[in-house]
């Protein structure tokens, strides 16, 4: 039923994926040599060949983002080459362009509007990998592709190899007196017969002493580490924008940003830049108040200067003062298993659908695998990875492995995805117990397996999260995050570990009231990304010095926080060098315009867990996948057009 996760011969894994990607091309040749080509006898077994690739890749690529060893780099480099070749010499090969053109040409009246999308997309792609171009202008294309997989991958090992780099040793009690005792307890180390403290520049850590840090010199010390990691970055960051503009440049397109557009929802540049604009003009009052709101407490505290590595400390401490909202009181309220059967529940409420545990092989001893059911019917597994190691990446992601789809034995192949996390890890002597934002952090990474889970699409190509425009794909995610703030929600799984007692209403309440607590603040922060990003990908930005001038720029415009000279963001920004959100960070206001709509659904049917509207969301908008334009799937779902003013309100910027 599922494929086992299984990498024991990892270390053969270069000369499996040669012998392959060998079938596979004598596979492809056989099909073009097909004389009367039709969906189901063409582009059916190309799909299947597609699917056996990403199978067996997907895990190998994996295991090097959460099992970081010289092994997992080694096979990664190994393997990236060949794949980055074969994928090139496919994307350009003219032969099955011209054969999906002709069965698109000759066959449109008798496909289903599922394999009209397939082949729409497919001829999308291959115009947009160069397939047209001359063999001077494909070889090239070839190595920009692979020297740019290789700048990715280099960017992010340069940035863990950082984050594992740095360690800061406090000494003095006083200095971590505020730390929560949970943290605390995890920093704790004996040396020389004194009790001593460990803060590294793994998420849980960093958060736990720029948030509570009593020393503002230690403060300053683990921020400078932080947003100073891998300055080695920059030099990747200039080869990595020139070697895109040339590529698209080849393509056609004016600039990077253009070439992005042609797969996302927005219709041009424009678009996106007014968009973004236009959000950070209606936060910036409001976030310029949040701000002295910050500045006038920090001054009781006779801090007259309040800096970028003062921010969380002062904001946590107003926060407490404004909500009584402490957060060493709520998370014995939130342990791990407690919250995770908990949000099981909550999904089985809404959705129908149950989670059963397996004891399915996976990476980790922590990683937990489960079975999801439909009816009494499996449809779909999950492995999720929660707590932070030192050989794991940090964030949070959802990677997708297989696909739902009908094969062409009209077999049904079950989706399987990975959910990861950097959670307070656990111990024999330590629950693992988090914060409120660690559980939206989980209900948004379930909101993205969910999209890829629940696919009832028949076709690969287009089913789960595959064929999803980028800048909508955020929007399950994001939609299902709202949640996590409801108060029925929450007493699914608020019980304290060691009573099991419930989270009173009152505690809900103040979570919930401090919920936009310096909303306007954090989305003038995500303008600022995203406005950096897509600027960027609009021109060629050379060297670190423009790359450097363009984001002071932005920030002198909308930033009403400056940061020290030293910070040196772009280094680290993962998501647009190392990731799929080049000039495609806006994405995350895009999408949020249309999970602040979908929400208000359920908040104007005066029931957050209205399961008649959860199921017509999951069948309209969950089960299509990609096989249709998600604007097309709102509409479908909420019979009108989003409105941005359901964010701002929801935002708590405007009433």
Known sequence: MFNEFNLENLENSKVELEQLLNDSKKKIDELLNIENKT????????????????????????????????????????????????????????????????????????????????????????????CHLDEKNKKRLKELNLKLSELSHKFSQNLLNATNSFEMIVNDYEDVKEIPKSDLELAKFEE?????????????????????????????????????????????????????????????????????????????????????????????NRALEELDEIKEFAKKDGLEDLKSYDLSYYSEKLKKEKYDLDEEYYRPFFEQNSVLNGFFNFLYEVFNIKFTKTDAKAWDDKVQVYNISENDKTIARIFIDLEARKDKRGGAWMNNWHSYYINDKGEEQLPTAYIVCNFPPSSENTVSLLRHSDVVTLFHEMGHALHHLL????????????????????????????????????????????????????????????????????????????????????????????????????????????????????????????????????????????????????????????KEIAVRYKDIVLKNGGSKNMDELFFEFANREPSVDSLLKIDGIIS
């Not at 480099?77 to 980055?84: A, D, F, G, K, R």
């Not at 010499?89 to 599922?114: A, G, V």
């Not at 960051?237 to 996302?264: M, R």
């Open 192 to 284: 020389d017969g004194k009790t001593k403290y460990k803060f590294t520049l793994q998420m849980p850590s960093y958060i736990a002493y720029i948030t509570y840090g009593s020393n503002r010199e230690k403060r300053e010390e683990i921020y400078k580490a932080y947003c100073t990691r891998a300055p080695e970055n920059g030099k990747i960051i200039e080869e990595i924008l020139t070697l895109k503009d040339e590529k698209v440049k080849i393509l056609g397109f004016d600039n990077y940003a253009s070439y992005s557009l042609a797969t996302k929802m927005a219709k041009d540049e424009s678009e996106v830049v007014t968009f973004l604009e236009e959000l950070a003009k209606k936060g910036k």
């Open 455 to 610: 696919s009832k699409v028949p076709e690969a190509m287009v089913s789960g999260i595959s064929g999803v425009a980028w800048d909508v794909v955020e929007f399950p995610s994001q939609f299902l995050e709202y949640f996590s703030y409801d108060k029925e929600v929450l007493k699914l799984f608020a019980k304290h570990y060691e009573t099991g007692e419930i989270l009173s209403d009152e505690a809900i309440d103040r979570i919930i009231k401090a919920k936009n607590f310096q909303s306007s603040l954090a989305m003038l922060r995500q303008v600022e990304f995203a406005l950096f990003d897509f600027e960027l990908h609009q021109k060629l930005y050379k060297s670190e010095d423009e790359v450097q001038a363009l984001l002071d720029s932005i920030r002198e415009k909308y930033a009403v926080v400056k940061p020290p000279k030293y910070n040196k963001f772009q280094n680290g920004f993962s998501h647009i060098f190392a990731g799929g959100y080049a000039a495609g960070y806006y994405s995350y206001k895009w999408a949020e315009v249309l999970s602040a709509d979908a929400f208000y659904m359920f908040i104007d049917s005066g029931k957050v867990l209205n």
């Open 39 to 130: 969906y189901e006898n063409f582009v059916k077994p190309y799909e299947m060949i597609g699917e056996g690739i990403n199978d067996f890749l997907t895990p190998i690529f994996h295991i090097d983002s959460v099992k970081n060893s010289e092994i997992t780099q080694k096979v990664y480099e190994e393997c990236l080459p060949l794949i980055s070749d074969y994928e090139t010499e496919i994307s350009q090969n003219d032969n099955i362009y011209r054969s999906l053109k002709d069965i698109q040409d000759k066959s449109y009246t008798t496909l289903n509007d599922i394999q009209k999308k397939v082949l729409e997309n497919e001829i999308r792609d291959f115009k947009l990998s160069g």
